[in-house]
């Protein structure tokens, strides 16, 4: 029999040997993997608990952390305000720390500010009020600045180079200038007050430059006193009486009416009263009165040595 192309059936090639049950491939495609979801759920959450604890742990160390830093800051605000500062040269550092140059030319400046203001009529007893407003204001910032280290770091940046270095965490010494100037205005004739004041001005700030630079080369009178100190205190003492009552007094006499010294009047000379002016200087800069600031005690007694030898010339 002869089939067309048409009509002529396909044979079909069967492997009766094949058992599906033994093909890795189908086993595997047809193989359903069972998940557990209450394990999958509790392992999840236990990996995010997991994770929550260390966060806390990070973000209490990070804490920790953060409180020593500013436990350190403030302790190094505390005892050294000024350590955050801009570094300076060596030279800078010793002209404004060591050597007090810019203080020192404040001190002196106080002196001619003094002369000014007697020459222009101001008196000395109507100016005592303003000196206390100004004890006021400066205490008032010590105990804030004593009280709040950061504020005593913006203190001691701002005005620092004309505070001893002791004062960072004291009380300022023109506190006990000004307490001094008080009670010297109060009990003191003006030109016994001018004469107080140029002395701290002038006299202690040579005793104090030359001490400290040649107080080597001579004798110590104490601890912290040489002779050639004294001298200079001496000497400046006596230029600035003279200059004040030698000069100034006569060129404006206006001013001089109510003068405890009047040399018509008194048997002490200028050239006396300068020596003495110039022992007083040396005495009174010398006088340590239990650790009392000496911005405090030198116009005290020097306004209490000078009147008394006044007097004793009437």
């Known amino acids: 029999m002869s089939y067309s192309n048409e009509t002529r059936p396909i044979r079909r090639m069967v492997d009766d040997s094949y058992d599906e049950s033994l093909d890795p491939d189908y086993t595997l495609s ?35 952390d953060n409180q020593s830093l500013n436990n350190i800051t403030n302790d190094t605000l505390k005892n050294d305000p000024i350590s955050d500062s801009p570094t300076l040269p060596s030279h800078f550092y010793s002209i404004i720390h060591k050597h007090e140059l810019p203080r020192k030319l404040f001190h002196i400046s106080i002196g001619f500010l003094t002369i000014y203001l007697h020459i222009n009529g101001y008196k000395t007893k109507n100016v005592w009020q303003s000196n206390l ?10 105990l804030l600045r004593f009280n709040w280290p950061y504020f005593n770091h913006l203190y001691c940046l701002t005005v620092g180079f004309l505070m001893r270095e002791r004062e960072i ?16 205005f109060i009990f003191q004739k003006q030109d016994v007050s001018i004469m107080s004041i140029l002395l701290l001005s002038w006299s202690d700030t040579a005793a104090s430059t030359i001490g400290r630079n040649f107080g080597y080369l001579s004798p110590k009178i104490s601890n912290s006193k040489s002779l050639i100190g004294s001298m200079a205190a001496f000497i400046t003492g006596m230029f600035s009486c ?12 206006q001013y001089s009416i109510d003068f405890e010294y009047n040399p018509l009047n008194n048997q002490i000379n200028l050239l006396t009263l300068s020596l003495l002016s110039g022992f007083i200087a040396s005495l009174s800069e010398g006088i340590d009165i239990i650790g009392i600031d000496d911005n405090l005690t030198i116009p005290l007694l020097s306004g209490i040595f000078l009147s008394n030898v006044i007097k004793l010339g009437k």
Do not use: R
Request: net charge negative.
């Open 133 to 142: 407003l100004a004890v006021i204001i400066i205490f008032s910032l010590d």
């Open 169 to 184: 965490n004291s009380i300022n010494g023109v506190i006990y200038f000004q307490i001094g100037l008080i009670l010297t």
């Open 30 to 64: 047809n193989t359903t993997t069972v998940l557990n979801d209450d394990d999958d759920d509790d392992d999840i959450e236990s990996d995010i608990d997991s994770d929550l604890d260390d966060d806390k742990d990070l973000l209490k160390d990070l804490q920790n």
């Open 242 to 253: 003279y200059l004040f009552y030698g000069i100034i007094v006569p060129k404006f006499p």
